[in-house]
């Protein structure tokens, strides 16, 4: 395996790792907060709203907005490290 093989494996796999742990977040903040845990959540207030209504409707968009840009902000790092970046 040559030296530009495994810089893309090593590469990919880092990827993957991020995705990996952005989708985990993704999934606890939508499904997790939003669905499973609402009726806990709801006793809680959060601008005059229910949180586990707030997570349901609007926490889960915020944290997809917030988890593109964290995602953006890996991949520049990791196409530095590996010699992709423009």
């Known amino acids: 395996m040559s030296d530009k093989q495994k810089n893309a494996t090593a590469y990919w796999k880092?990827?993957?790792?991020y995705l990996a742990i952005l989708l985990t977040i993704w999934f606890i903040v939508s499904f997790v907060f939003g669905i499973?845990?609402?009726?806990e959540l709801n006793t809680i207030k959060l601008g005059g709203f229910k949180l586990g209504f707030w997570f349901a409707q609007q926490g889960s968009i915020y944290v997809?907005?917030?988890?593109?840009?964290?995602?953006i902000r890996l991949m520049n790092k990791l196409d530095k490290k590996y010699g992709l970046d423009e």
Do not use: P, Q
């Open 14 to 17: 880092e990827n993957l790792r």
């Open 36 to 39: 499973l845990f609402v009726d």
């Open 64 to 71: 997809f907005v917030v988890l593109i840009f964290v995602y």
